[in-house]
Every structure is written in structure tokens, then in C-alpha cells.
T-cell receptor, first 113, second 117 residues
């Protein structure tokens, strides 16, 4: 069965530090990849997505992610985090044979001023 | 645009009672709605997919007689937890895909916290 792994469960950073959150998936075929963010008390929102084309995808609020097919990875990055980036981040995958979103367990990011 | 609401946001009920959770797409029509369940410190797990006017498709391991889903209109889907037990306590989240969009375009509701005593 397809699965999504997020190895960082809890990340604590100071403002202006760089961020990279790992995401790996298990599926050998074509995938669509997503990063969602859930700010405290709010609903899930789409940060960015990859369907095809340039493997470096830019999203909202300065986030970007790189799809590396050979590594089955879709890591999320931001060069300089802000306190307002404190949230839970979820990586998700849709595979062409299931048409369903499969989520990782999430990474809780805390940014301190 | 693309706002999805859920009601109630929190509900506490006694064991054995039934609870209905509503999911509404406020500013778009949703052909497909999804129901997820999230346990503490765990991922969102898809419970079922509902298409307007047809029966829901349940994921393996999800009891369809316990989690009744109705998608009677293009803007409303309901999840009824029947004869709730403490182990049903969880965070239930719905999402909706706009009509004519692929199901990979999903807008999420804020979730409903269910506590069964």
C-alpha cells in the first residue's frame, strides 16, 4: 500500500533560520504531491503542489518544495522562517491508481522570536 | 472563495447516542466530498468518499453502518456516527472538491472534535 513518511515530527527553530521538512512516499508510479499547512485553530490549507514539469515548486508565503523522483522525496523548504510559520505541516500524495489523498503524519513546527 | 464549513466544531455525547456532523461548501458546488479522521499525533485517514446523489465509498476497515454518510446536495454532506462509543472520539475533517475540478483539488473544513463519554 502507498504510504507517506514525514521523519521530522517536531521541529523547533528561531526566526530567520532555514527550514527543511522531509517527505518520502512509497509508490513507483506517477504521483501528484502536496504540502498542506494547518495553523493553530484553523483548517488545512494548500501550500503548494506538484503535478508535472519543473520539479522545484514555489508556493505561498515563501515556501518551496523539490520533487526528486529517484529519492521518492518531496521536501519542503523555506530559507528564513517567521514566527507566523508556527503550524502543523502535512505532506500528501495522490497516486494515479487510487485517486485519493494519502497524508503523512505531519510535522509540528514551532518558531520562536 | 472555496470555503468549507463544518458544524458543530465540538460535540460531547454519551456512549450509545448518535451524532451528526455537517459539512458545507459555502461558495461552490462540490460533486465530491471526503471524510477524514485524525487521531492525536497521527495522520489524516480517509474514511469515505461521497458523491452527490450516490452512495458513499468507504475505505477498508470503516464500518458503513456505523458511519452513515449522506451527500444529498452539491453543497452539503453529513456524517452520522451511530451508537457512538468512546473509541469513536476523534477529530473528523471533511473536504470538498469543486464541481468540474479533479478530486486532487480539495478544500478542507475546520474539523469537528467528537468526544464520547
Amino acid at each position: 500500500a502507498q504510504s507517506v513518511s514525514q521523519h521530522n515530527h517536531h521541529v523547533i527553530l528561531s526566526e530567520a533560520a532555514s527550514l527543511e521538512l522531509g517527505c518520502n512516499y512509497s509508490y513507483g508510479g506517477t504521483v501528484n504531491l502536496f504540502w498542506y499547512v494547518q495553523y493553530p485553530g484553523q483548517h488545512l490549507q494548500l501550500l503548494l503542489k506538484y503535478f508535472s514539469g519543473d520539479p522545484l515548486v514555489k508556493g505561498i508565503k515563501g515556501f518551496e518544495a523539490e520533487f526528486i523522483k529517484s529519492k521518492f522525496s518531496f521536501n519542503l523548504r523555506k530559507p528564513s522562517v517567521q514566527w507566523s510559520d508556527t503550524a502543523e505541516y502535512f505532506c500528501a500524495v495522490i497516486t494515479y491508481n487510487t485517486d485519493k489523498l494519502i497524508f503523512g503524519t505531519g510535522t509540528r513546527l514551532q518558531v520562536f522570536p | 472563495g472555496a470555503v468549507v464549513s463544518q458544524h458543530p466544531s465540538r460535540v460531547i455525547c454519551k456512549s450509545g447516542t448518535s451524532v451528526k456532523i455537517e459539512c458545507r461548501s459555502l461558495d461552490f458546488q462540490a460533486t465530491t466530498m471526503f471524510w477524514y479522521r485524525q487521531f492525536p499525533k497521527q495522520s489524516l485517514m480517509l474514511m469515505a468518499t461521497s458523491n452527490e446523489g450516490s452512495k458513499a465509498t468507504y475505505e477498508q476497515g470503516v464500518e458503513k453502518d456505523k458511519f452513515l454518510i449522506n451527500h444529498a446536495s452539491l453543497t452539503l454532506s453529513t456524517l452520522t456516527v451511530t451508537s457512538a462509543h468512546p473509541e469513536d472520539s476523534s477529530f473528523y475533517i471533511c473536504s470538498a472538491s469543486p464541481r468540474l475540478a479533479n478530486t486532487d483539488t480539495q478544500y478542507f473544513g475546520p474539523g469537528t472534535r467528537l468526544t464520547v463519554l
